[in-house]
């Protein structure tokens, strides 16, 4: 196997897998405060993707400025849900949770579809971003060092949110115990609106991004996204962002390498993070991270 | 000896809650396990019934290992147990409630239910009138098609301590029973708990916090504080020990 | 005895509602017309799906989304062993049919025996990584599942004719006996192990699962059958779905189909047999109502663009509000006897 050719898919594996992680953190840590599979998540990722568009194309705002404004929104919205949909249910059954999750991911897509259309719409995707260079045969995108490196960015900033402020430590000490928090002073539905706040925020900036590297949004692309990025975030170990980030690119690598040696599997390429899922829980159900959720560590 | 602890250490991280405690349960006894809140008792009782596993130490139940093993298994070898704050089933009857105790002694199978062929009528009726035998004792037979949880607070409890029984065990693992009653109930429960170790021929280990009730009802007891001993033997010695009446301060007095 | 009073009241009851079912079917079949019978199919067809997925979901209360797996795979199978080897070579455009495929013939009854088996393995299957551990697990590989069983149907061309489908599966005249036959077996069956031990450990693992378990329910084994039985009946619906359709394409099968099931259960009641049967009749009707939603409107000569789409965004709406709102549906836990009961009681 050709050096270069495998430096090349080492390069899209982990572009791939930086997107996939960036939404798996929102996953992980909403369920590790709420014990929820939020759904809805992934559709952030396109709504993230859709407002990026919005701003670009009718307001001709430049990228870094949609992208603010679209991670931004995306925040809100994230807070939104929980508000009006989880918040009253705090109390139900998870299995009420659940359900209203699936019902806001299915709204979120049809209401997209009837509103903006289900075709695809070609994204803008800013020159700068698309100028290839050359480093000893492995070409690179702009795009392709951006986003990991953002990606790792992202991740460190969280870590350090987690561990180093207090509003962090409160997230940490929710995952343990609801009641705790609250005992301590620190309103525990603020703490959850600000974890929805920055998972739905990073799934912007990974739907920003998969919009660079594909271009093109239509309303169903985060259903797939979103089931390989959760699929990414058990892989890791369910309740750590560190996992989640691990599992995004464990799984981005494998669809790229796979693809690259055995393309004939193409069509199964999606298929890949439900097998990892399946391997996960037949063999090391809490991920590689391994915590036990009942002592969960971020 | 019907149960014995030997030398059980739980951990959880870097919290000791139980740290090299042993004790044994004679049959028929009434045993006591008392100490205040966080002392650990509950997790003993955790060990017993096999959702935790000892970090050291074991739990043998007629002379055989039971650490480690499922709970449910535990539950077929003879142990039942009641909840600290009452966990019956909310969507069910009383009697399906007490029922489910006995649900893995009906030998139908899923095919002979869903065909209804005769063993799931003569087995349905059997279960069925063990249960409300069971309720008799307990004095909740009339209560057997209302709502579990539309039921008082005392009835409840009753219906717990039913479920329990229905599960045939020879030791029963009562968590706080007496919570949250006055005198004259809790004058009425040990008496119910007397009545039930005879006439179901059962072994009972309790955790409690009324002395009262505790002197009443127990022969011996195991004092606990922050996961160690303090304290095990009769009753009649406990209140009598200093190191017990340190860590109770006086509630003894009203004993 | 008192036992024994209750089981007679509870057969006779139960055999009048059956009879009833049956002389119904046969005046159906009979005297209604063509159009009505389709709809009458679809929606015996649906109370089938309705009342399996309510017994994983709503008695057992852990969160699935199988169904459109299960009926992907009971409907390949029944048409893949009922067309016959012909007309699998004449239909199979993208690759030839295996060899064992075209081998594979089998009568309509044990084709749609063999759905529900299949179907059923593999929730066993797939019931060891998931229930083995505590977690919400479920919901998430079920939708991959679905996903996959998709993705498995598209790029096996020599096995399923990919994303072209299978068409002219066999009809079957006086269809109303089949679909109607089977659900009154499935809704008699799912009703026998709601009442009986196995239900009522399926309750209890739903209601609280440490207790169930401190009461002796091996939760792990409970949680199976209820998946596998579920899954069983989900695939004999696909099977009766691929005969009444006649042509079956991977997109047939999509999570539109699973969440139609959901309302229905939700709006139903989760955790009520009758309210699954309810809630098929009244979201059915609602959908077919709701068309014009999805098409042009003329309303007092003003045109509006239908749209498409707008049908689930007012469904995933009502969901929502349910939710919210009304969370135990129209019988909530209840079946259609705990009503007359209840009045008893207060007398």
């Given at each position: 196997?050709?050096?270069?050719?495998?430096?090349?898919?080492?390069?899209?594996?982990?572009?791939?897998?930086?997107?996939?992680?960036?939404?798996?953190?929102?996953?992980?840590?909403?369920?590790?405060?709420?014990?929820?599979?939020?759904?809805?998540?992934?559709?952030?990722?396109?709504?993230?993707?859709?407002?990026?568009?919005?701003?670009?194309?009718?307001?001709?705002?430049?990228?870094?400025?949609?992208?603010?404004?679209?991670?931004?929104?995306?925040?809100?919205?994230?807070?939104?849900?929980?508000?009006?949909?989880?918040?009253?249910?705090?109390?139900?059954?998870?299995?009420?949770?659940?359900?209203?999750?699936?019902?806001?991911?299915?709204?979120?897509?049809?209401?997209?579809?009837?509103?903006?259309?289900?075709?695809?719409?070609?994204?803008?995707?800013?020159?700068?971003?698309?100028?290839?260079?050359?480093?000893?045969?492995?070409?690179?995108?702009?795009?392709?060092?951006?986003?990991?490196?953002?990606?790792?960015?992202?991740?460190?900033?969280?870590?350090?949110?987690?561990?180093?402020?207090?509003?962090?430590?409160?997230?940490?000490?929710?995952?343990?115990?609801?009641?705790?928090?609250?005992?301590?002073?620190?309103?525990?539905?603020?703490?959850?609106?600000?974890?929805?706040?920055?998972?739905?925020?990073?799934?912007?900036?990974?739907?920003?991004?998969?919009?660079?590297?594909?271009?093109?949004?239509?309303?169903?692309?985060?259903?797939?996204?979103?089931?390989?990025?959760?699929?990414?975030?058990?892989?890791?170990?369910?309740?750590?962002?560190?996992?989640?980030?691990?599992?995004?690119?464990?799984?981005?690598?494998?669809?790229?390498?796979?693809?690259?040696?055995?393309?004939?599997?193409?069509?199964?390429?999606?298929?890949?993070?439900?097998?990892?899922?399946?391997?996960?829980?037949?063999?090391?159900?809490?991920?590689?991270?391994?915590?036990?959720?009942?002592?969960?560590?971020? | 000896?019907?149960?014995?602890?030997?030398?059980?250490?739980?951990?959880?991280?870097?919290?000791?809650?139980?740290?090299?405690?042993?004790?044994?349960?004679?049959?028929?006894?009434?045993?006591?396990?008392?100490?205040?809140?966080?002392?650990?008792?509950?997790?003993?009782?955790?060990?017993?019934?096999?959702?935790?596993?000892?970090?050291?130490?074991?739990?043998?139940?007629?002379?055989?290992?039971?650490?480690?093993?499922?709970p449910y298994k535990i539950v077929h070898r003879g142990i039942a147990r009641t909840f600290q704050n009452i966990r019956l089933f909310k969507s069910m009857t009383v009697l399906d409630n007490v029922l489910i105790g006995f649900d893995y002694q009906?030998?139908?199978?899923?095919?002979?239910?869903?065909?209804?062929?005769?063993?799931?009528?003569?087995?349905?009726?059997?279960?069925?009138?063990?249960?409300?035998?069971?309720?008799?004792?307990?004095?909740?037979?009339?209560?057997?098609?209302?709502?579990?949880?539309?039921?008082?607070?005392?009835?409840?409890?009753?219906?717990?301590?039913?479920?329990?029984?229905?599960?045939?065990?020879?030791?029963?693992?009562?968590?706080?029973?007496?919570?949250?009653?006055?005198?004259?109930?809790?004058?009425?429960?040990?008496?119910?708990?007397?009545?039930?170790?005879?006439?179901?021929?059962?072994?009972?280990?309790?955790?409690?916090?009324?002395?009262?009730?505790?002197?009443?009802?127990?022969?011996?007891?195991?004092v606990l504080d922050y996961g160690k001993t303090i304290f095990e033997g009769d009753i009649k010695d406990a209140i009598k020990n200093e190191e017990v009446i340190k860590a109770y301060l006086g509630d003894f007095k009203h004993a | 005895m008192m036992?024994?009073?209750?089981?007679?009241?509870?057969?006779?009851?139960n055999l009048g509602i059956i009879i009833t079912a049956i002389w119904f079917t046969w005046y159906a079949q009979n005297t209604l017309d063509e159009y009505t019978v389709r709809i009458i199919n679809n929606v015996a067809i649906f109370i089938i799906?309705?009342?399996?997925?309510?017994?994983?979901?709503?008695?057992?209360?852990?969160?699935?989304?199988?169904?459109?797996?299960?009926?992907?795979?009971?409907?390949?199978?029944?048409?893949?062993?009922?067309?016959?080897?012909?007309?699998?070579?004449?239909?199979?455009?993208?690759?030839?049919?295996?060899?064992?495929?075209?081998?594979?013939?089998?009568?309509?009854?044990?084709?749609?025996?063999?759905?529900?088996?299949?179907?059923?393995?593999?929730?066993?299957?797939?019931?060891?990584?998931?229930?083995?551990?505590?977690?919400?697990?479920?919901?998430?590989?079920?939708?991959?599942?679905?996903?996959?069983?998709?993705?498995?149907?598209?790029?096996?061309?020599?096995?399923?004719?990919?994303?072209?489908?299978?068409?002219?599966?066999?009809?079957?005249?006086?269809?109303?006996?089949?679909?109607?036959?089977?659900?009154?077996?499935?809704?008699?069956?799912?009703?026998?192990?709601?009442?009986?031990?196995?239900?009522?450990?399926?309750?209890?693992?739903?209601?609280?699962?440490?207790?169930?378990?401190?009461?002796?329910?091996?939760?792990?084994?409970?949680?199976?059958?209820?998946?596998?039985?579920?899954?069983?009946?989900?695939?004999?619906?696909?099977?009766?779905?691929?005969?009444?359709?006649?042509?079956?394409?991977?997109?047939?099968?999509?999570?539109?189909?699973?969440?139609?099931?959901?309302?229905?259960?939700?709006?139903?009641?989760?955790?009520?047999?009758?309210?699954?049967?309810?809630?098929?009749?009244?979201?059915?009707?609602?959908?077919?109502?709701?068309?014009?939603?999805?098409?042009?409107?003329?309303?007092?000569?003003?045109?509006?663009?239908?749209?498409?789409?707008?049908?689930?965004?007012?469904?995933?709406?009502?969901?929502?509000?349910?939710?919210?709102?009304?969370?135990?549906?129209?019988?909530?836990?209840?079946?259609?006897?705990?009503?007359?009961?209840?009045?008893?009681?207060?007398?």
């Amino acid at each position: 196997m050709d050096i270069l050719i495998f430096m090349q898919q080492m390069v899209n594996g982990f572009s791939l897998g930086s997107m996939y992680a960036l939404i798996a953190i929102g996953y992980t840590m909403v369920y590790g405060v709420l014990r929820l599979i939020n759904f809805a998540h992934g559709d952030i990722m396109m709504v993230g993707a859709f407002l990026g568009y919005t701003f670009m194309v009718v307001f001709a705002l430049p990228f870094p400025v949609a992208v603010l404004l679209s991670v931004t929104l995306s925040a809100l919205l994230g807070m939104l849900m929980d508000k009006i949909a989880y918040k009253p249910l705090r109390e139900a059954p998870k299995i009420s949770l659940l359900i209203t999750a699936i019902g806001i991911s299915f709204f979120l897509e049809n209401a997209f579809t009837v509103f903006v259309g289900g075709v695809p719409r070609a994204f803008p995707v800013p020159e700068y971003m698309e100028n290839i260079f050359n480093v000893a045969g492995v070409t690179f995108s702009t795009s392709s060092i951006t986003v990991p490196i953002v990606t790792l960015g992202l991740l460190l900033g969280i870590l350090y949110v987690l561990y180093k402020t207090k509003y962090g430590m409160a997230i940490r000490a929710l995952s343990f115990d609801i009641k705790t928090v609250n005992l301590m002073g620190i309103d525990g539905n603020t703490i959850i609106a600000l974890v929805f706040a920055l998972g739905s925020g990073l799934a912007a900036v990974g739907g920003l991004f998969w919009a660079v590297n594909y271009p093109s949004v239509e309303p169903m692309m985060g259903v797939l996204v979103g089931l390989k990025a959760f699929a990414a975030a058990v892989v890791g170990g369910i309740g750590s962002v560190t996992g989640a980030v691990l599992g995004g690119f464990i799984i981005g690598f494998t669809e790229v390498v796979v693809i690259a040696f055995w393309p004939e599997m193409g069509g199964y390429k999606d298929a890949f993070a439900f097998v990892f899922l399946i391997l996960v829980l037949l063999f090391k159900p809490t991920g590689i991270m391994g915590e036990d959720l009942e002592k969960s560590r971020f | 000896m019907i149960l014995e602890v030997c030398n059980v250490t739980k951990k959880f991280g870097g919290v000791t809650a139980i740290k090299d405690t042993s004790f044994h349960v004679n049959l028929k006894e009434i045993y006591g396990l008392i100490g205040p809140n966080g002392a650990g008792k509950t997790t003993m009782f955790n060990i017993i019934t096999g959702n935790y596993e000892p970090t050291a130490g074991s739990v043998k139940f007629h002379g055989q290992r039971i650490d480690g093993i499922k709970p449910y298994k535990i539950v077929h070898r003879g142990i039942a147990r009641t909840f600290q704050n009452i966990r019956l089933f909310k969507s069910m009857t009383v009697l399906d409630n007490v029922l489910i105790g006995f649900d893995y002694q009906a030998t139908y199978t899923y095919f002979e239910a869903i065909l209804r062929l005769p063993r799931f009528f003569k087995e349905e009726r059997r279960v069925r009138e063990r249960a409300f035998e069971i309720m008799e004792v307990l004095g909740i037979a009339e209560f057997a098609d209302e709502l579990a949880t539309s039921l008082s607070y005392g009835s409840q409890r009753k219906v717990e301590i039913a479920r329990a029984l229905a599960a045939n065990p020879q030791l029963l693992l009562l968590d706080e029973p007496a919570a949250g009653m006055n005198p004259q109930e809790t004058h009425e429960l040990a008496e119910l708990f007397f009545k039930i170790r005879d006439e179901f021929d059962v072994t009972i280990l309790l955790i409690e916090h009324d002395m009262k009730f505790v002197n009443k009802l127990c022969d011996r007891v195991m004092v606990l504080d922050y996961g160690k001993t303090i304290f095990e033997g009769d009753i009649k010695d406990a209140i009598k020990n200093e190191e017990v009446i340190k860590a109770y301060l006086g509630d003894f007095k009203h004993a | 005895m008192m036992n024994d009073a209750i089981f007679t009241k509870q057969r006779l009851i139960n055999l009048g509602i059956i009879i009833t079912a049956i002389w119904f079917t046969w005046y159906a079949q009979n005297t209604l017309d063509e159009y009505t019978v389709r709809i009458i199919n679809n929606v015996a067809i649906f109370i089938i799906l309705a009342v399996s997925y309510n017994l994983i979901n709503g008695v057992t209360g852990q969160f699935s989304l199988e169904p459109n797996g299960f009926v992907a795979i009971g409907a390949y199978v029944v048409a893949i062993l009922t067309v016959d080897a012909e007309g699998m070579l004449y239909q199979y455009d993208i690759e030839d049919p295996s060899a064992w495929v075209l081998a594979m013939q089998a009568e309509f009854i044990w084709a749609l025996l063999l759905a529900g088996i299949i179907s059923a393995l593999l929730a066993l299957s797939l019931s060891f990584p998931v229930f083995r551990v505590r977690g919400d697990y479920l919901a998430i590989v079920t939708l991959g599942f679905g996903f996959i069983i998709r993705i498995l149907a598209i790029n096996s061309p020599s096995i399923t004719n990919g994303s072209l489908g299978i068409n002219d599966i066999p009809e079957y005249s006086n269809y109303l006996y089949w679909t109607m036959g089977a659900a009154i077996i499935t809704v008699v069956a799912i009703l026998n192990i709601i009442y009986s031990k196995y239900g009522r450990a399926m309750k209890a693992v739903r209601d609280d699962e440490d207790a169930a378990t401190a009461m002796g329910v091996d939760t792990f084994k409970i949680k199976t059958l209820a998946f596998s039985t579920s899954a069983f009946f989900e695939g004999i619906g696909g099977g009766l779905l691929a005969a009444l359709l006649t042509s079956i394409s991977p997109d047939l099968f999509t999570f539109f189909l699973t969440f139609q099931l959901l309302i229905i259960i939700v709006l139903g009641g989760l955790g009520s047999t009758t309210g699954a049967i309810l809630g098929t009749i009244f979201v059915m009707a609602g959908l077919e109502w709701m068309r014009f939603l999805d098409e042009p409107i003329s309303f007092m000569g003003i045109e509006t663009e239908g749209t498409p789409g707008m049908r689930m965004v007012v469904f995933s709406l009502i969901l929502i509000l349910v939710m919210l709102f009304a969370r135990e549906g129209l019988m909530g836990k209840k079946e259609l006897k705990d009503l007359f009961k209840k009045k008893k009681a207060n007398k």
